[in-house]
């Protein structure tokens, strides 16, 4: 494969005694193959051009994670990622990853990640939940989720985590999600109904960044959307954004639209519905509170027959390895 000459812009980060962080940016010319991983080309910098610059590897197999970093505005793996695939006009952008303490350069502090998963008590408990067999099919459950190597990548592209610090995070949630679906936990409930409350698999805004950024196909996404709807199963329906879910699931099958002039009271309650009467004024005078009487979509009836062979058939939620498709 030829060798071409890329620009790393490279961001230079440096932790100072207060804890500030200053970071600017630095360019290097490389040339290198485009087949050629990130982490080679950063190898050829730090060798070559300045020693000074800070990242982390290890195995350069995409195996223990550590060499996750901000890579043309993903977080990626430098050692699975190539050179020539992240290019734009021959430039290539690295950064630390996201949402999480700089130490120098592309080092960052994984102590606050790794409490996250600490957080969802990553191990398998004592309790009356455990089943009393086992089946050689039950390792399809947790098959998928005990791919992750913890790199973070899912943590440090999360929407949900740059503006809310306490969330879990999809990582330590698919963690969650893999005791949840094991057969030998005995304290499943405990920890959905622990999961329900603040900060956890609620606080998902679904943008779906995790599973695109996971170099495991993971989908941490994909476990979040099982733990919920376990918990609604269980009944723990107790908060917000449950209801809202079951709010939405009732109209679209009951009408095909939503019926948004209640869909706030049944979301928030009398309570809160009152304490966002501010929000309602201020709606009611831009003319924006929507119509009482709910549009019924065309064709409603498909969609009745589309609920229906679900609750007949439903997606199966254990696993992806033996999926069951509606009719
Ligand atoms: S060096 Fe181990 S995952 Fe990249």
Known sequence: MAVQRYLFRIQRNRRNSDGSVESKWQEFNVEIAENATVLS?????????????????????AICGSCAMRISGRTRLACKTHVG???????????????????????????P????????????QEGSETAQHVGSSSYDQVNHVTQCIMCGCCYSDCTMAEVSPQFLGPAALAKAFRFVSDPREGKKSD?????????????????????????????????IVKLRTRAVQKGFTDNVAARHALAFHEDIQKDGSLNEFTLMIRSLGLIGTLEESGAALHLLKKGKIPSPFPHRADQVEQLRTMYQALERNPVDVETRAKEVVPE
């Open 113 to 124: 990640f790794y409490q996250r998963i600490r957080a969802i008590t990553p191990w398998l």
């Open 191 to 223: 920890r959905l109904k622990q999961l329900s409350e603040s900060h956890g698999f609620w606080s998902c805004t679904r943008c779906t960044l995790c599973v695109d950024v996971c170099p495991k196909e993971v989908s941490p996404m994909e476990a």
């Open 41 to 61: 080309a950063l190898e050829e910098i730090k060798g070559h051009q300045d020693g000074s610059l800070t990242f982390r590897q290890s195995c350069r197999s």
């Open 85 to 111: 695939k992240v290019a734009r006009n021959g430039v290539i952008e690295i950064a630390p990853q996201a949402n999480q303490p700089v130490l120098k350069d592309m080092a960052i502090d994984i102590g």
